[in-house]
């Protein structure tokens, strides 16, 4: 037997929960298959538990800015176990209002993997075959694991959420979001960390906020080792040894942390019977409209490896959602000037092109402006690291291509920038507005 639906949806993240939930707002029958926890990484492994770990971090860092200016504190270590409680607890608490929330809606929920048998048709781990029009894949991507001696020996960031108590010495092994935003935290709250990294950091965000953001981080404590290609970890749980490329050895740690990139869950779903185009590292090709090349198959979120974002993901799914059900045809994402951060220590964040890409495209008619200052709460209490903001404009009418930003606050203040970015921003608004004092957000207003 089939059972038949209007729409059927593989993953129960930010993009697959948001599709179902529309369409079904929309009139459709939707199943959802996912084998694991309702909200996906970025609930149960990603954004949120990352962004408590983050804020734990802040609140260290507070103590210790207090005692700077005068309050009678003496900084303590975080109750690991107490912490991880409190989070685990607020987490459940996302998942069973998702459930609560699908279950209203009429979704049926299949708590398994399905993988496609037709381009209309999938089955579940039981068997149990089911049928819909429209097949949405967005099963997410996991983390990237190297074939390289030892490699068990470390932890995955999903293993991070999992530590009961903070590692003496860490080793970070990657370059990215990962990798910088959790050297940041649990050095932070109190681990030695090493970072260490095949090329440059954040590639994606602007260059010379990066250097600055990597200057800080080794000003804090941080030992950052670039050029470094580890070829295998070595020793014992607890006191392992990484080897690089050259021959060099690193450690001993008593965690190393692999923060080596993602890859696409698509392995398993039958995607190569049906002629599903991939790219080379086996995501799933789109269109415009998020439509593969087979009819009647779209994919969002993280399995495409279009801007890895939770954000991103959740607005994909809700214009395919109008365009399949709502009777939208030409509904779609525009993946122009998304505005995102990076949870370092301090955040850095960017909207829009950055310098080396504007110049790429415009050439000789980009002008950039850069600001640096000391943020009043670190005068107060004696600390002099500087904040930088910058601007990316081009033309005689400078329209601003790029707005970039690393320092307390930065989370915060970018988003308004970047609605006026799309929205045609010129400098001349900017000098037009009247700054809120004293605030980061006034240095991008104020900028000369």
Known sequence: MVRRHDLIVLGAGSAGLTVAQR????????????????GGTCVNRGCVPKKAMWFAAQWAQAQRLMADTGFAVTPAPLDWARFRRQRDDY????????????????????????????ADTV???AGH??????????????PRRLDIPGFDLGMVSDDVFELERAPRRVAVVGGGYVAVEFACVLHALGCEVDLLARERLLTSFDEELVETLAAQMQARGIRILRGTAVAAAEGSPGAVRLRDAQGGTHGDYDAVLWAVGRVPNTDWLGLDALGVALDGYGHVRVDTWQDTNVPGI???GDVTGRHALTPVAVAAGHALAQRLFGGEPDAHFDYEAIPSVA???????RAGLTEREARACHGDAVRVHTGRYTPLQLMVAGHREQS?????????DERVLG?????????????????????????????????????????VVLLR
């Open 23 to 38: 369409a079904a707002k929309l009139g459709a029958k939707v199943a959802l298959f996912d084998p694991g926890e309702l």
């Open 91 to 118: 987490i459940a608490g996302i998942r069973q209002r998702y459930a609560q929330r699908l279950d209203a809606a009429g979704i049926e929920v299949i708590p398994a993997a399905a993988h496609f048998l037709a």
């Open 123 to 125: 089955a579940d781990d």
């Open 129 to 142: 075959r089911h049928a819909a029009p429209r097949v949405v894949i967005a099963t997410g991507a996991r």
């Open 298 to 300: 779209a994919a969002i």
């Open 343 to 349: 949870f370092a220590e301090p955040p850095l964040g």
């Open 388 to 396: 930088v903001v910058k601007l990316v404009c081009m033309g005689e």
């Open 403 to 443: 707005i970039h930003a690393l320092g307390p606050g930065t989370d915060e203040l970018l988003q308004g920038f970047a609605v006026a970015l799309r929205m045609g921003l010129r400098r001349r608004d900017l000098k037009a507005s009247v700054a809120i004092h004293p605030t980061a957000a006034e240095e």
